[in-house]
C-alpha cells in the first residue's frame, strides 16, 4: 500500500495525471462550444475571387445572358449555433436565363441555363433580385450536388446587371468586403470588360 501511494506522488504521475486532465477539461469545453452537427452556411459565397481573372478562372462557365423567368425552388432549413434559433428556413429560386454572348465553357447563343439561388427576405427584392428581361454578365459554377444540370453564381464579384451597356454592381450590397475589385468595374463598359475577359482564354 506504501509503494502504490509512493507511486502516485511520484513527479512524474503527477505530471501525467494533470496533463490528461488538462486534456479532458479541453474536450468538454470544446463540445460545449461547438454545436453537435456543422451549421448549414445556407448563405454564405463558395468562393471570394481576388479580381476579375481569378473570377474567370474559377467559374464552370461566364456568359451574357437575359433572364427569361423566374421560378421559386424548394425551401430549405439549416442548422444555427443560437439556442433561441436553432434552425434557418431559406427560400430558393431559379434564374432561367438565354445566353447572348458565350464567353467560357460548352453553352452557345440562344442556350438556357438555370441559375440556382438561395435567397431571404432582405436579398428577394430592390437591387439584387433578378429582373425578367433583364441582361447580366454572370460567373457561374456547376452544382455539383444537383442533378437538374442548374448552376450557382460564384459569389457576389459574379453578378453584374447591364444597363445602357454599362456594368452595375447590383451586389455590393451583398459583398462581405468594401474593397473587392468589382467596385472598380461599376460604370464601366460591356465591351471593354468582354475584351478583358476574352484576353485570359
Excluded: C
Excluded at 463558395?46 to 474559377?58: I, M, S
Excluded at 444540370?149 to 451597356?165: A, F, K, Q, R
Excluded at 451586389?171 to 464601366?188: I, M
Amino acid at each position: 500500500m506504501k509503494t502504490l501511494k509512493t507511486l502516485l506522488l511520484s513527479p512524474t504521475v503527477i505530471v501525467v495525471l494533470g496533463a490528461l486532465l488538462l486534456l479532458q477539461i479541453g474536450w468538454a469545453a470544446q463540445a460545449r462550444l461547438l454545436p453537435a452537427s456543422p451549421p448549414a452556411r445556407l448563405m454564405s459565397w463558395a468562393y471570394h475571387p481576388e479580381n476579375l481573372q481569378q473570377a474567370y478562372d474559377l467559374s464552370d462557365i461566364v456568359v451574357v445572358a437575359k433572364v427569361i423567368s423566374v421560378i421559386p425552388g424548394p425551401q430549405l432549413v439549416g442548422e444555427t449555433t443560437s439556442p433561441d434559433h436553432p434552425t434557418m428556413t431559406v427560400d430558393s429560386t431559379y434564374v432561367n436565363v438565354s445566353v447572348i454572348t458565350s464567353l467560357k465553357g460548352k453553352v452557345g447563343s440562344d442556350d438556357e441555363i438555370a441559375v440556382y439561388r438561395q435567397i431571404n427576405i432582405a436579398e428577394n427584392t430592390g437591387p439584387t433580385q433578378h429582373t425578367i428581361g433583364e441582361t447580366y454578365l454572370l460567373f457561374l459554377r456547376a452544382r455539383s450536388d444537383a442533378s437538374d444540370g442548374s448552376y450557382y453564381i460564384l459569389s457576389s464579384e459574379g453578378n453584374y446587371h447591364i444597363v445602357n451597356d454599362q456594368l452595375v454592381w447590383s451586389w455590393s450590397v451583398l459583398a462581405d468586403r468594401g474593397d473587392s475589385f468589382a467596385g472598380k468595374l461599376e460604370g464601366a463598359q460591356l465591351d471593354t470588360v468582354l475584351q478583358q475577359i476574352n484576353s485570359f482564354k
